[in-house]
């Protein structure tokens, strides 16, 4: 499993493009339902959202990719309908 990047060795990317370069590390974190972006402090941030937040899970999931803040919200599971 590719761990999310947390460098920005080549200068600061588009949040978009972080996302999507992180997307499939961070959802195959068990408890993961889903990624997106948000806003945290008035800065755009990576929202994860989790079935419950728990300190397991948060310990998991990194608190900052490429410089943007990550910020765990809990959902709880998602269903199709």
Known sequence: MKSPSTSDEAGPRAIEDVLN?????????PGV?????????????????????SSNLAAQVPSAVE??????????GFRAR
């Not at 410089?67 to 709880?76: D, K, L, N, S």
């Open 21 to 29: 370069a992180n997307r499939d590390a961070l959802m195959a974190t």
């Open 33 to 53: 339902v889903g990624v997106g972006i948000g806003e945290a402090g008035g800065r755009p941030c990576i929202k994860v959202f989790v079935v419950d937040n």
């Open 67 to 76: 410089g943007y803040a990550v910020v765990i919200e809990a959902t709880g």
